[in-house]
């Protein structure tokens, strides 16, 4: 009977050293830190995240993909700006009586800090389109375009705004035949 021999003996056999975790020498006690085990620090000349990318930079393959980057912002910054206003004026547009209260309520808040209105009553309010057209009614005497016309039909009182400067320019009595507004001439 012959042995079959194992090429290594059971005394010979490879043992595996359980590695220990390395540790940096911050983590050790300060008493098993010895100087030369501390690294050294980087100094400003080592490579650092400023050589990186500027070697990123310099490469080919960002100066082939830069412009289609460059291009793709430039194309998406006008979009989200338009569609901004979209939402914007879709909003104003489904709500049109809310933004128009809104607007009417912004615009009697400004002129009540300065002469006290009419209770009880909404009002009617209108834009000067076109001073010249109106220039030859007393009322309108003094307006200026953009300037705001407050309409209390119950009260018969009229007042002339100016929103640029904040003023009250003109206040009238509505005359009795006047039904709409004092900006239409009577016939």
């Known amino acids: ?11 010979q056999t490879q043992r595996q050293v359980p590695q220990q975790p390395a540790t940096h ?4 006690p300060r008493t098993m830190v010895t100087q ?4 050294p620090r980087p100094s400003s000349s080592a490579p650092g995240f400023k ?10 393959k960002f100066q082939r993909r830069a412009p289609v ?34 607007s ?41 375009n953009s300037d705001k016309v407050l309409i209390y039909a119950q009260a018969k009182k009229a007042y002339l705004y100016r ?3 904040d003023r009250v320019i003109e206040v009238a009595p509505l005359a009795p035949n006047t039904t709409a507004t004092p900006s239409q001439p009577s016939q």
């Open 104 to 144: 009417t309520n912004d615009i009697v808040n400004a002129v009540s800090r300065h002469i006290v209105l009419p209770s009880g009553e909404q009002p009617t309010v209108a834009t000067v389109s076109d001073a010249s057209k109106v220039h030859n009614q007393a009322f309108f005497e003094h307006a200026a």
């Open 1 to 11: 009977m012959t042995k079959k021999h194992n090429k290594t003996a059971p005394d």
């Open 51 to 60: 050589d990186r990318v500027a070697r990123s930079l310099a490469s080919p």
């Open 36 to 39: 030369s085990q501390v690294p």
């Open 163 to 165: 929103p640029s400067i």
């Open 25 to 28: 020498p911050s983590t050790l």
């Open 69 to 102: 980057v460059i291009a793709f912002i430039i194309g998406l910054l006008p979009s989200i700006f338009f569609y901004h206003q979209a939402q914007t004026a879709q909003q104003n547009s489904t709500h049109p009586v809310a933004a128009n209260l809104q």
